[in-house]
Protein backbone atom coordinates (compact mmCIF):
# COMPACT_ATOMS: atom_id res chain seq x y z
CA UNK A 1 0.00 0.00 0.00
CA UNK A 2 1.17 3.25 -1.10
CA UNK A 3 0.36 6.44 0.71
CA UNK A 4 0.02 10.07 -0.19
CA UNK A 5 0.59 12.83 2.40
CA UNK A 6 -0.20 16.84 1.75
CA UNK A 7 -0.96 19.80 3.56
CA UNK A 8 -3.46 21.99 2.82
CA UNK A 9 -2.83 26.12 1.80
CA UNK A 10 -2.16 27.72 4.46
CA UNK A 11 -0.90 24.42 7.04
CA UNK A 12 2.18 22.86 6.97
CA UNK A 13 4.96 23.95 4.24
CA UNK A 14 2.15 25.23 1.84
CA UNK A 15 1.94 29.35 1.72
CA UNK A 16 -0.91 31.71 1.40
CA UNK A 17 -3.99 31.21 3.46
CA UNK A 18 -6.79 28.77 4.38
CA UNK A 19 -9.78 27.79 3.48
CA UNK A 20 -12.60 25.68 3.12
CA UNK A 21 -12.71 26.13 -0.56
CA UNK A 22 -8.99 25.88 -1.08
CA UNK A 23 -9.01 22.83 0.58
CA UNK A 24 -11.25 21.39 -1.83
CA UNK A 25 -8.95 22.78 -4.53
CA UNK A 26 -6.35 20.82 -2.96
CA UNK A 27 -7.27 17.54 -2.37
CA UNK A 28 -8.96 17.31 -5.95
CA UNK A 29 -5.23 18.25 -7.06
CA UNK A 30 -3.89 15.28 -5.35
CA UNK A 31 -6.46 13.07 -5.98
CA UNK A 32 -5.92 13.69 -10.02
CA UNK A 33 -2.02 13.76 -9.62
CA UNK A 34 -2.94 10.11 -7.93
CA UNK A 35 -5.03 8.97 -10.80
CA UNK A 36 -3.33 10.61 -14.05
CA UNK A 37 0.51 10.81 -12.71
CA UNK A 38 1.02 7.68 -10.13
CA UNK A 39 -1.50 6.23 -12.57
CA UNK A 40 -3.51 4.97 -9.40
CA UNK A 41 -7.90 4.34 -10.74
CA UNK A 42 -10.00 5.59 -8.43
CA UNK A 43 -11.40 2.25 -7.52
CA UNK A 44 -8.13 1.64 -5.41
CA UNK A 45 -7.52 4.88 -4.29
CA UNK A 46 -8.88 5.49 -0.21
CA UNK A 47 -9.58 8.57 1.26
CA UNK A 48 -8.39 9.26 4.93
CA UNK A 49 -8.56 12.28 6.91
CA UNK A 50 -7.81 13.79 9.91
CA UNK A 51 -9.94 16.50 11.62
CA UNK A 52 -10.74 19.29 10.11
CA UNK A 53 -9.62 16.98 6.89
CA UNK A 54 -12.26 15.02 7.62
CA UNK A 55 -14.18 17.69 5.85
CA UNK A 56 -12.74 18.08 1.97
CA UNK A 57 -12.47 14.18 2.76
CA UNK A 58 -16.18 14.08 2.83
CA UNK A 59 -16.90 16.80 0.10
CA UNK A 60 -14.52 14.25 -2.14
CA UNK A 61 -16.33 11.10 -1.27
CA UNK A 62 -19.44 13.03 -2.74
CA UNK A 63 -18.11 14.22 -5.47
CA UNK A 64 -15.89 10.91 -6.50
CA UNK A 65 -18.23 7.69 -6.38
CA UNK A 66 -15.79 5.19 -7.45
CA UNK A 67 -13.22 6.00 -4.45
CA UNK A 68 -14.70 2.43 -2.44
CA UNK A 69 -13.69 3.49 1.06
CA UNK A 70 -14.06 6.53 3.37
CA UNK A 71 -11.76 7.04 7.01
CA UNK A 72 -12.16 9.60 9.48
CA UNK A 73 -9.99 10.20 12.23
CA UNK A 74 -11.40 12.75 14.82
CA UNK A 75 -13.51 13.71 12.55
CA UNK A 76 -15.60 16.48 13.34
CA UNK A 77 -19.35 17.05 12.51
CA UNK A 78 -19.27 20.30 11.56
CA UNK A 79 -17.23 23.83 12.53
CA UNK A 80 -20.98 25.19 14.00
CA UNK A 81 -21.31 22.18 16.11
CA UNK A 82 -17.80 22.86 17.33
CA UNK A 83 -18.20 26.71 18.59
CA UNK A 84 -21.87 25.88 19.54
CA UNK A 85 -20.82 22.46 21.69
CA UNK A 86 -24.09 20.82 20.87
CA UNK A 87 -25.69 18.25 19.85
CA UNK A 88 -28.99 19.27 18.64
CA UNK A 89 -29.92 20.21 15.08
CA UNK A 90 -28.37 23.12 13.52
CA UNK A 91 -28.89 24.85 10.47
CA UNK A 92 -26.32 28.17 9.75
CA UNK A 93 -26.13 29.50 5.98
CA UNK A 94 -22.27 29.86 7.20
CA UNK A 95 -20.95 26.86 8.53
CA UNK A 96 -18.21 25.11 6.69
CA UNK A 97 -17.30 21.41 6.45
CA UNK A 98 -21.04 20.63 7.71
CA UNK A 99 -20.43 16.52 7.59
CA UNK A 100 -23.15 15.66 9.17
CA UNK A 101 -25.49 16.97 6.87
CA UNK A 102 -23.13 15.61 3.68
CA UNK A 103 -22.78 12.05 5.20
CA UNK A 104 -26.06 11.31 4.68
CA UNK A 105 -25.52 11.21 0.80
CA UNK A 106 -22.02 9.74 1.05
CA UNK A 107 -22.36 6.12 -0.96
CA UNK A 108 -18.81 4.61 0.50
CA UNK A 109 -18.98 2.64 3.76
CA UNK A 110 -16.80 4.33 6.26
CA UNK A 111 -14.55 4.04 8.95
CA UNK A 112 -14.71 6.35 11.81
CA UNK A 113 -11.85 6.51 14.35
CA UNK A 114 -12.18 8.88 17.35
CA UNK A 115 -10.42 8.95 21.37
CA UNK A 116 -13.14 8.89 23.72
CA UNK A 117 -11.36 12.03 25.74
CA UNK A 118 -10.87 14.42 22.72
CA UNK A 119 -11.12 17.93 24.12
CA UNK A 120 -10.27 19.50 20.81
CA UNK A 121 -13.09 17.73 18.79
CA UNK A 122 -15.65 15.21 21.22
CA UNK A 123 -15.94 12.28 20.34
CA UNK A 124 -19.73 13.17 20.35
CA UNK A 125 -19.25 14.43 17.10
CA UNK A 126 -18.12 10.74 15.88
CA UNK A 127 -21.06 9.34 17.43
CA UNK A 128 -23.35 12.18 15.33
CA UNK A 129 -21.86 11.30 12.12
CA UNK A 130 -22.45 7.07 12.57
CA UNK A 131 -25.98 8.63 14.06
CA UNK A 132 -26.77 10.24 10.88
CA UNK A 133 -25.23 7.45 8.09
CA UNK A 134 -27.09 4.85 9.50
CA UNK A 135 -30.71 6.65 9.89
CA UNK A 136 -30.14 7.56 6.20
CA UNK A 137 -28.77 4.23 5.00
CA UNK A 138 -29.91 0.71 3.91
CA UNK A 139 -27.36 -0.73 6.48
CA UNK A 140 -27.79 -4.34 4.38
CA UNK A 141 -25.55 -2.30 1.58
CA UNK A 142 -23.97 -0.22 3.41
CA UNK A 143 -21.84 0.26 7.06
CA UNK A 144 -20.39 2.65 9.36
CA UNK A 145 -18.02 1.70 11.88
CA UNK A 146 -16.82 3.33 14.86
CA UNK A 147 -14.17 2.75 16.41
CA UNK A 148 -13.51 4.68 20.30
CA UNK A 149 -10.48 4.27 21.57
CA UNK A 150 -10.52 4.59 25.33
CA UNK A 151 -8.54 7.83 26.23
CA UNK A 152 -7.28 9.03 23.60
CA UNK A 153 -7.30 12.95 23.12
CA UNK A 154 -7.02 14.74 19.91
CA UNK A 155 -3.01 14.74 18.53
CA UNK A 156 -2.73 11.18 20.56
CA UNK A 157 -4.98 9.70 19.03
CA UNK A 158 -2.28 7.88 16.33
CA UNK A 159 -0.33 7.23 19.07
CA UNK A 160 -2.94 5.32 21.10
CA UNK A 161 -4.56 3.92 17.97
CA UNK A 162 -1.16 2.69 16.54
CA UNK A 163 0.58 0.77 19.88
CA UNK A 164 2.08 -2.19 18.83
CA UNK A 165 0.35 -3.92 21.80
CA UNK A 166 -2.85 -1.94 21.14
CA UNK A 167 -6.27 -4.02 20.23
CA UNK A 168 -7.37 -1.19 17.86
CA UNK A 169 -5.80 -2.12 14.92
CA UNK A 170 -7.09 -4.90 15.27
CA UNK A 171 -10.42 -4.02 14.95
CA UNK A 172 -9.41 -1.81 12.35
CA UNK A 173 -7.96 -4.09 10.12
CA UNK A 174 -10.85 -6.39 10.59
CA UNK A 175 -13.19 -3.75 9.31
CA UNK A 176 -10.80 -2.65 6.52
CA UNK A 177 -10.40 -5.99 4.83
CA UNK A 178 -14.28 -6.90 5.35
CA UNK A 179 -15.13 -3.57 3.86
CA UNK A 180 -12.69 -3.21 1.15
CA UNK A 181 -13.58 -6.07 0.00
CA UNK A 182 -17.52 -5.14 0.20
CA UNK A 183 -16.71 -2.27 -2.09
CA UNK A 184 -14.84 -3.77 -4.90
CA UNK A 185 -17.68 -6.48 -5.13
CA UNK A 186 -19.74 -3.25 -5.19
CA UNK A 187 -17.72 -1.37 -7.74
CA UNK A 188 -17.50 -4.52 -10.12
CA UNK A 189 -20.80 -4.76 -10.28
CA UNK A 190 -21.53 -0.90 -11.33
CA UNK A 191 -19.06 -0.72 -14.07
CA UNK A 192 -21.45 0.49 -16.69
CA UNK A 193 -22.00 3.49 -14.20
CA UNK A 194 -21.80 6.56 -16.51
CA UNK A 195 -20.74 8.45 -13.47
CA UNK A 196 -17.22 7.15 -13.80
CA UNK A 197 -15.90 8.43 -16.87
CA UNK A 198 -17.57 11.56 -15.82
CA UNK A 199 -15.49 11.74 -12.72
CA UNK A 200 -12.15 10.60 -14.75
CA UNK A 201 -12.97 13.11 -17.08
CA UNK A 202 -13.12 15.83 -14.77
CA UNK A 203 -9.94 14.92 -13.17
CA UNK A 204 -7.77 15.00 -16.42
CA UNK A 205 -8.91 18.26 -16.92
CA UNK A 206 -7.75 19.39 -13.41
CA UNK A 207 -4.27 17.43 -13.89
CA UNK A 208 -3.96 18.97 -16.73
CA UNK A 209 -3.62 22.70 -15.48
CA UNK A 210 -2.21 21.89 -12.60
CA UNK A 211 2.06 21.82 -12.40
CA UNK A 212 4.12 18.93 -10.69
CA UNK A 213 7.43 20.72 -9.58
CA UNK A 214 10.95 19.52 -8.65
CA UNK A 215 11.52 18.72 -5.10
CA UNK A 216 13.06 21.78 -3.41
CA UNK A 217 16.57 21.45 -1.92
CA UNK A 218 14.94 22.09 1.79
CA UNK A 219 12.32 20.04 1.45
CA UNK A 220 14.38 17.16 -0.69
CA UNK A 221 11.62 14.15 0.60
CA UNK A 222 8.58 16.79 -1.19
CA UNK A 223 7.28 17.78 -4.53
CA UNK A 224 5.06 20.62 -4.87
CA UNK A 225 1.91 20.33 -6.81
CA UNK A 226 0.28 23.44 -7.83
CA UNK A 227 -2.45 24.91 -9.93
CA UNK A 228 -2.15 27.54 -12.99
CA UNK A 229 -0.34 30.66 -11.95
CA UNK A 230 -3.67 32.78 -11.62
CA UNK A 231 -4.50 30.59 -8.60
CA UNK A 232 -1.95 31.33 -5.71
CA UNK A 233 -2.40 28.13 -3.63
CA UNK A 234 0.43 25.65 -3.08
CA UNK A 235 -0.31 21.62 -2.77
CA UNK A 236 2.52 19.25 -1.43
CA UNK A 237 2.87 15.85 -1.50
CA UNK A 238 5.08 13.30 0.11
CA UNK A 239 5.06 9.39 -0.89
CA UNK A 240 6.24 7.00 1.82
Known sequence: MNVVVYDYTGYGISPNKPSEKNTYYDIEAIISFIVYHLKYPLNRVILCGFSLGSGPTVEMALQYKQIPLV??????????????????????????FPN?????????????????????????????????????????????????????????????????ESEYKEVFLNYFKTLLKKAKDRLENNQSDTSSSVENEKL????ESIRINKPSSK??????????????????????
Request: aromatic share 8%.
Open 204 to 207: KQIF
Open 71 to 96: ILFAPLASCMYMLENTEKQISHSHDI
Open 100 to 164: VDKVKRVSQDIILIHGTSDKTIPFKHSQMLIDQYEKTHDLKMNQACLIRVNDADHNDLIAYFDNG
Open 219 to 240: WKNFQSVAPPEENTHTYHKLMV
